[in-house]
Every structure is written in structure tokens, then in C-alpha cells.
């Protein structure tokens, strides 16, 4: 016995430009019949949040799967899955397609070679999924956008939810966060961690999708458009407070990657804080009270 609700759809070429479009969404438990063999045009997120089956992938291999797992569909690869006969499974699916696949592909949050992720919990993703059963009320005029948008967040939720990484992420990317400032070479970054170059690049590539130095310029570009719009440092003090000891290197490192100097961003973005500058995350949920 079991029980299935689904939709599709068929986003038009418009949407598809958004990069990321939803064709389908389901909700399903029980003792499902088996799927495949088969291979599709699209990629599908199947999300078992309880119970266990297999998965076979090209290979034939059939590997057990428990919940709560993720497994990858991909454009062009064949596969073949069901849920055990005697215990079923609780499992949540969609079939999305577009452009940025390719990017969330190269960035880690799809893992093509990786069909079988363990999650440590399903709670988030399951959250974005609801919201495209929502969205998929009859009749919703921002069925495609709506649906669209919550596939991104669908994305974010599932690399964080996986089980082999803390949800605040690898402790070497908190490291290196937190070190981002000083001026380190990616070498001396690496011995810190007892880590090769090469053993930190693959950890950084495989924990945030980029290289060290790109992970890390990140964050220091991040903190130095902070202070240009919230303080009144000279660039030469701003340079040396994320890492640079030449404010002329820096301007022309911040002008390459942000697309204009330091100057020019000030004045486009700076504006006064009263009260000063804080490193708190407000709560957008109870926000503060404004005074008459």
C-alpha cells in the first residue's frame, strides 16, 4: 500500500532564462513500486526522508539506501531505484532543469558522480519543498517563479543538510574564515591545518565549490565593502584591516573583481550608521524598536 501526490509543469522559454526552472514536484510513502530502469533530460532531487530501499546506478551496483539520503537523478545517466517491499519509505522529489545546474554542478551542490548523499536531517529541505507544493495551487500566477526560486533554495538546504559536513560547514572553511584577514599565503594557510596546497585546495573546493584564495578573497572583499560604506577609513587603512599592506594592489584587486575602484563604491554606497558600525546579525524576526 501507498499513497503519491504530484505535479508537473512546463515552464516557457521565458522562465527558462531565470536559470533555474521547476518541472515537477511530488510527495509520496509506502511501499512505492519501483522506478526504472530509466534516463532522463533533467535532474531530480529524491529526498527519502524515512525508511530504506536501493539504488542501482550504470554500474548495475544495487546499494542500500536509509533515510534520511538523497539521491541524485542526473541528465543522461542510467538509473533504477525502489523502496523496500516491507518497510516503504517517506520520500519527497523534484525535477528541475536550467543553466544553472551546470554552475550549482561545478560549485558541489550537484554531485553527478556522488548519486547517494546520507543527510543528517531532511527539515529544511523538506520546508523548500513545501513551498512548491504550495506554490503549485491551481491557478497560481507565479507558479514558475515561485517554484523556480524555491529549487535554488532547495539546493542551499540539501548541501547544508548533508551528513558529512557540520551544518556550519567544514571546520577548515571556519578556520580559514577566520584567519581570512591575516596575511597568509595559501601555503602557510595549508600548514596551519597540516595540509598540503593540494589536500587544502580539494577540502576548500569540495566544502565551498571555489579555491582557497577565491574563498578567501570572498570574505575579505565582503568585510572591505563594509567598511567603504559604513565608515570613514582612508582605502590605505581599510586595505590593511582585510590583509593588504599596499592599498595600491588593493584597489586594483577590489576595481577587477567588484567592477569599480574603492572610491567610486564609497560614494555609491556609503551612508552614515548611526550609533556606529556592528558585526551583529539582527534577528528579522524581532526587530528592534525605533524610538519617537
Not at 36 to 58: C, E, M, Q, Y
Not at 68 to 95: K, M, Q, R
Not at 113 to 126: F, Q
Not at 134 to 153: C, D, Q
Request: net charge positive.
Amino acid at each position: 500500500m501507498y499513497h503519491t501526490w504530484m505535479r508537473f509543469f512546463t515552464p516557457s522559454p521565458l522562465h527558462h532564462r531565470l536559470g533555474l526552472v521547476c518541472l515537477g514536484v511530488g510527495l509520496q510513502h509506502g511501499a512505492l513500486p519501483t522506478v526504472g530502469p530509466r534516463t532522463l533530460d533533467h535532474h531530480v532531487a529524491v529526498i527519502v526522508n524515512s525508511g530504506t530501499g536501493w539504488f542501482k546506478g550504470p554500474d548495475g551496483r544495487r546499494t542500500p539506501v536509509t533515510g534520511p539520503s538523497l539521491i541524485w537523478l542526473t541528465p543522461g545517466t542510467p538509473h533504477h531505484y525502489g523502496a523496500d517491499p516491507g518497510t516503504g519509505w517517506d520520500e519527497s522529489f523534484v525535477d528541475f532543469t536550467g543553466p544553472a545546474t551546470t554552475t550549482y554542478t561545478e560549485l558541489g551542490y550537484i554531485e553527478p558522480d556522488r548519486p547517494l548523499v546520507p543527510l543528517a536531517d531532511t527539515a529544511a529541505p523538506r520546508a523548500a519543498v513545501g513551498r512548491i507544493v504550495r506554490a503549485a495551487r491551481r491557478g497560481n500566477p507565479l507558479l514558475e517563479v515561485e517554484t523556480g526560486a524555491a529549487v535554488h533554495e532547495l539546493l542551499v538546504s540539501l548541501r547544508r543538510a548533508r551528513a558529512d559536513i557540520g551544518p556550519d560547514g567544514d571546520p577548515v572553511l571556519q578556520a580559514l574564515a577566520r584567519d581570512a584577514y591575516q596575511p597568509l599565503t595559501v601555503a602557510q594557510h595549508a600548514s596551519r591545518h597540516g595540509m598540503t596546497p593540494a589536500e587544502l585546495r580539494t577540502a576548500v573546493r569540495r566544502g565551498a565549490g571555489c579555491s582557497p584564495k577565491d574563498y578567501l578573497l570572498g570574505i575579505r572583499l565582503g568585510r572591505a565593502k563594509e567598511l567603504l560604506a559604513a565608515t570613514d577609513l582612508p582605502v590605505a587603512a581599510v586595505a590593511r584591516r582585510v590583509g593588504y599592506d599596499d592599498p595600491a594592489y588593493f584597489s586594483r584587486l577590489f576595481a577587477r573583481r567588484v567592477g569599480t575602484a574603492p572610491v567610486r563604491f564609497r560614494e555609491q554606497q556609503g551612508r552614515s550608521v548611526p550609533g556606529g558600525w556592528s558585526d551583529r546579525v539582527p534577528d528579522p524576526d524581532d526587530p528592534p524598536t525605533i524610538g519617537p
